[in-house]
C-alpha cells in the first residue's frame, strides 16, 4: 500500500491525499452517525484527467474506490468499511462551472460543485436550476446524480434524472466516457447516462454534467394551510393539479407529530397545529398579486382549519424555513428508524392509515413522525417509541422496517423514493425489488466493473 500512496502523490500531489485520521474524519462518518468506516486515505484530484489516473492506478493495485460528494448520504452510501482497504475519492476540488448557454438553456459543470453553487450559476445568468433540498449547501452535482435526487420542486420540474442532458464519467477501467452535448434529443443508441444516475458510485466516478435549465419564475404564491386528514390532503393535490396544472410548484406534507418536534427546536416558527399540514407553491412568469389572488380565492371555497397564506418574499422563506428545518429537528430530537417511501399519490391515505394501525398493534406506543413530498408520492415516515423502557428501539428495526416495506409493496411502492439505497437498505432491496431487474443490473455491474472496485459493500 506504501508503494499505491507514493505513486497516487505523484499524480495528483502528496497535498491531495489526507491519511492522518484528524484529516480524514470528516469523510469517515455518515450523515446520520451510524456508519463509521476506516479508509487507507482520502484522495481529493483536480481534474478528470487525474481521476482517470487515479481509477487506472487503482485498477492495477486492486484498491477499492468509494465516491465521496457532500457526504449527505442518509443510508451509509458514501461510507468505506472498516478494512483500511478503500479509498475515499472525495470531488471537492472539481467545482467548476464550465458553461452557462442560456440560448440553449443548459449549465455544465464540475460534478463536485455544490449544487447551491449550481443554483448561483443559473441564478446569475437569470435562470433557475430547480432541484431544491434541504442539504443544498454541502451536497454536489455528483451526489445528486448518483442517487437520482428529489426534493421539493418535483412535482413540477422532475427529479435529477430528469433534470439531466448529459455526462461525463470515468468508467472503472479508467477511459472516460464524455456525452455533456447537452440535446434534448438524440436517438443515436442507448442512453448511457441513465446507467450512472441513480447508481450510487456503483458504476464510474461521474465528473462533469450538463444540466437543464428554466426560466426564473416572476411570481410565487404560498400557502401553510391546516387540514383534517391526509384523504382531505390528496383530494387537494388532485384539485389544485386541476385547477392550476404545472404552476402547481410544490405540495408537501407534515403530519402532527412531526409538528409538535418542530415546536420543540423552533418554537418561535410554529405558529400552527392541525391533523396535517399542506405547504403549497404556485409559481409561474406572470404576475404575482394575480397568482396570490387566485390561490387565495381557491382556499376561501375549501374547509381549512388553520392556515396563512405568504404576503412576501420574507413570508415565503419563514414557510419554506418551517419546511426545511424538519431533518435536522428530528436529528435533534433523537433517534428514529428512517424510511423514505414512495406510493402512487393515490394509496398514500391506504399508506398513513393501515401501517400506523399495524405498528400500533406490534409496538403499542410508538410514534410516528410523517412528513414530505405528498405530491410525489413520497413520505419521510419515522419511527421511535414514546412509552419508556423502549431505549433501545433499533432492536425492533428488522420488524418495524418488514411492517412498513410490506405495506409499501402491496400498494406498489418502493423503499428508496430519493435517498437511494447505500448499505441502510440493500438487504432490503434484495427482499423486494423484481429479481429479473436486479440480476440484469448486476451483470451490468460485472461488465464494466468485472474486479468490483466501484464503491463495494453497497447494494450492488
Ligand atoms: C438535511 C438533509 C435533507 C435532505 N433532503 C433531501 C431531499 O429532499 N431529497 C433528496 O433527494 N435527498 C435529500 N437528502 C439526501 C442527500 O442530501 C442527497 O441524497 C444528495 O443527493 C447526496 O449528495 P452528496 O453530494 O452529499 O452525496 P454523498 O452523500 O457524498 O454520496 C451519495 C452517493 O453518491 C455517490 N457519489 C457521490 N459523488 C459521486 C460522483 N461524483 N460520482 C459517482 N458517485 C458519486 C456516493 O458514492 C454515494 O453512493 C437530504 C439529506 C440531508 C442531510
Known amino acids: 500500500m506504501h ?44 481534474s478528470t484527467a487525474e481521476v482517470a489516473e487515479l481509477v487506472k492506478l487503482c485498477r492495477a ?18 461510507t468505506p468499511d472498516g478494512s483500511g482497504r478503500q479509498l475515499i475519492v472525495a470531488l471537492r476540488r472539481l467545482r467548476q462551472i464550465r458553461q452557462i448557454d442560456t440560448d440553449n438553456d443548459t449549465l455544465t459543470l464540475d460534478a463536485g460543485a455544490t449544487l447551491q453553487e449550481a443554483q448561483q450559476a443559473a441564478e446569475a445568468a437569470g435562470r433557475l436550476f430547480p432541484l431544491s433540498l434541504a442539504s443544498q449547501g454541502s451536497c454536489q452535482i455528483g451526489g445528486n446524480l448518483s442517487t437520482n435526487a428529489g426534493g421539493v420542486a418535483v412535482l413540477r420540474y422532475g427529479t435529477m434524472r430528469e433534470l439531466t442532458l448529459g455526462l461525463e464519467v470515468v468508467l472503472p477501467d479508467g477511459r472516460i466516457l464524455s456525452q455533456l452535448s447537452g440535446l434534448r434529443k438524440d436517438t443515436t443508441g442507448l442512453d448511457l447516462k441513465q446507467l ?42 388532485n384539485a389544485l393539479r386541476a385547477r392550476f396544472g404545472d404552476r402547481l410548484t410544490a405540495f408537501e406534507v407534515i403530519d402532527r407529530n412531526c409538528q409538535q418536534v418542530l415546536l420543540r427546536h423552533h418554537p418561535k416558527l410554529m405558529p400552527f397545529s392541525a391533523p396535517w399540514l399542506v405547504l403549497i407553491e404556485l409559481s409561474d412568469g406572470g404576475d404575482a398579486a394575480l397568482l396570490n389572488d387566485s390561490l387565495v380565492e381557491w382556499l376561501s371555497r375549501r374547509d381549512m382549519s388553520d392556515g396563512v397564506v405568504a404576503q412576501n418574499e420574507t413570508e415565503r422563506r419563514k414557510l419554506w424555513r418551517l419546511r426545511e428545518e424538519i431533518s435536522e429537528s428530528q436529528r435533534l430530537d433523537g433517534p428514529s428508524i428512517k424510511h423514505d417511501i414512495a406510493v402512487p399519490t393515490s394509496a398514500l391515505p391506504a399508506l398513513v392509515n393501515d401501517c400506523a394501525a399495524a405498528l400500533e398493534a406490534d409496538f403499542p406506543g410508538i410514534r410516528i413522525v410523517a412528513f414530505g413530498h405528498a405530491g410525489d408520492g413520497n413520505l419521510h415516515y419515522n419511527v421511535s417509541y414514546t412509552r419508556p423502557g423502549n431505549v433501545d428501539l433499533f432492536d425492533d428495526e428488522a420488524a418495524v422496517n418488514a411492517i412498513v416495506y410490506d405495506h409499501v409493496y402491496r400498494l406498489g411502492g418502493t423503499l428508496a423514493a430519493e435517498h437511494g439505497v447505500g448499505q441502510l437498505k440493500k438487504d432490503w432491496l434484495a427482499r423486494y425489488k423484481d429479481p429479473v431487474a436486479l440480476a440484469l443490473m448486476r451483470q451490468l455491474k460485472q461488465a464494466l466493473d468485472p474486479d468490483g472496485l466501484m464503491n463495494p459493500g453497497k447494494w450492488l
Not at 19 to 32: F, G, M
Open 196 to 237: 450512472f444516475i441513480g447508481a450510487e458510485g456503483q458504476l464510474g466516478l461521474i465528473t462533469a454534467a450538463t444540466l437543464k435549465l428554466f426560466p426564473q419564475p416572476a411570481a410565487h404564491a404560498t400557502a401553510m394551510v391546516g387540514v383534517d386528514g391526509i384523504e382531505t390532503a390528496i383530494a387537494w393535490l
Open 61 to 78: 493495485h486492486q484498491v477499492a474506490i468509494v465516491p465521496q460528494g457532500g457526504n449527505t448520504s442518509t443510508c451509509g452510501a458514501a
Open 3 to 46: 508503494t499505491f500512496l507514493q505513486q497516487l502523490a505523484g499524480l495528483i500531489g502528496p497535498a491531495h491525499i489526507l491519511t492522518e485520521p484528524a484529516d480524514t474524519a470528516p469523510y469517515t462518518l455518515d450523515w446520520r452517525r451510524r456508519y463509521q468506516g476506516a479508509p487507507l486515505a482520502v484522495a481529493l484530484p483536480g
